[in-house]
């Protein structure tokens, strides 16, 4: 298991911003995607966003336009800003890193997890 630290969750109004951090421990340059989840209650755990080692983004349809993912590599450590914020970004948001590029990036079928940090969106 790899520990992911993550911050940056909290409460915010419909059209406002966050930033999601989350910073992993291992050798640094060493993994190829680390991307972000989103899960609400009775819900599965779905895709937002990822990047790759190569600085590749992707994007969940739904976020595309407003949520921006980042990735310093130096520091193993992954972003996400969420700007325009709607009541339906309100989730559990959970950062993962996928270690080789032989996975999905839009899957839930990566290598580590992180505790997760509750993002709240009011109208």
């Known amino acids: 298991q790899v520990p992911l630290v993550e911050s940056g969750g909290g409460l915010a109004q419909a059209g406002g911003s966050l930033r999601l951090s989350c910073t992993a421990s291992?050798?640094?340059?060493?993994?190829?995607?680390m991307g972000w989840f989103r899960q609400t209650p009775g819900k599965e755990r779905e895709f937002v966003a990822a990047?790759?080692?190569?600085?590749?983004?992707y994007y969940a349809d739904s976020v595309k336009g407003r949520f921006t993912i980042s990735r310093d590599k130096t520091k193993n450590t992954v972003y996400l800003e969420m700007n325009r914020l709607k009541p339906e970004d309100t989730a559990v948001y959970y950062c993962?890193?996928?270690?080789?590029?032989?996975?999905?990036?839009?899957?839930?079928?990566?290598?580590?997890w992180g505790q997760g940090t509750q993002v709240t969106v009011s109208s």
């Open positions: 291992g050798p640094i340059f060493s993994y190829w995607a």
């Open positions: 993962a890193v996928m270690r080789h590029a032989d996975k999905d990036l839009m899957s839930r079928d990566y290598d580590y």
């Open positions: 990047a790759t080692y190569g600085d590749g983004q």
